[in-house]
């Protein structure tokens, strides 16, 4: 069965330190989209891909948080500077162009000290 | 705004019961409604999704239910099990919103041997 794929799992940095989260969707699936999920809530959406072009980036910290998809298939989302509020699950999705579900990876933790 | 809500927060039964887990949302212009199983520090295993032109989906043990009328949908586990214990979210794609998926917060269930 396809999965979406993200590195690393597991991710701990400092402070003010830059870190940065890969997803590799499912082949041919168009859109992409990475939720951030803090512990005990659910995911909110942080960024939205359809194919290359950024379809919904309005709930992203753009002072900090950056995120592209150059090719339209992988993609990366960059924290610089890190702070502790971040400390989350980063989870990618993809979905086929025409919406019939959605297929989560199975996300990166990060812890910020 | 959509909003999804699922009550209760936290469920605890003993094996071999029936249960129902519940959802909610304001809008109901979705497009579907994604059933989804968390295990703790893991990401998102979709469990089932209704299309907004059907009214129910079932999976072995789990049935899902749709009312876009009165909002609300149902997940029935039967038979519950140990390894059913998870967070189990559902999530509303809502027509005007580009397709992003709206969660809940989720119900955490633990299934009691």
């Known amino acids: 069965e396809a999965e979406v794929a993200q590195s690393p799992r597991y991710k701990i940095t400092e402070k003010s330190q830059a870190v940065a989260f890969w997803c590799d969707p499912i082949?041919?699936?168009?859109?992409l989209y990475w939720y951030r999920q803090i512990l005990g809530q659910g995911p909110e959406l942080l960024v939205q891909?359809?194919?290359?072009?950024?379809?919904?980036d309005s709930q992203l910290p753009k002072d900090r948080f950056s995120a592209e998809r150059l090719k339209g298939v992988d993609s990366t989302l960059k924290i610089q500077p890190a702070e502790l509020g971040d400390s989350a699950m980063y989870l990618c999705?993809?979905?086929?162009?025409?919406?019939?579900?959605?297929?989560f990876g199975s996300g990166t933790r990060l812890t910020v000290v | 705004k959509q909003e999804v809500t699922q009550i209760p927060a936290a469920l605890s039964v003993p094996e071999g019961e029936n249960l129902v887990l519940n959802c909610s949302f304001t809008d109901s212009a979705i497009y579907n409604l994604q059933w989804f199983r968390q295990d703790p520090g893991k990401g998102l295993t979709s469990l089932l999704l209704?299309?907004?032109?059907?009214r129910e989906q079932t999976s072995g043990r789990l049935n899902a239910s749709l009312d876009k009328s009165s909002g609300r949908s149902t997940l029935y586990i039967a038979a519950s099990q140990p390894g059913d214990s998870a967070t189990y979210l559902c999530a509303a794609v809502i027509y005007n919103q580009g397709g992003k998926l709206i969660f809940g917060q989720g119900t955490e269930l633990s299934v009691k041997p």
């Open positions: 999705a993809s979905s086929p162009r025409t919406a019939g579900g959605y297929t």
């Open positions: 891909f359809q194919d290359e072009s950024v379809v919904d």
């Open positions: 082949s041919g699936h168009a859109t």
């Open positions: 209704i299309q907004s032109s059907q």
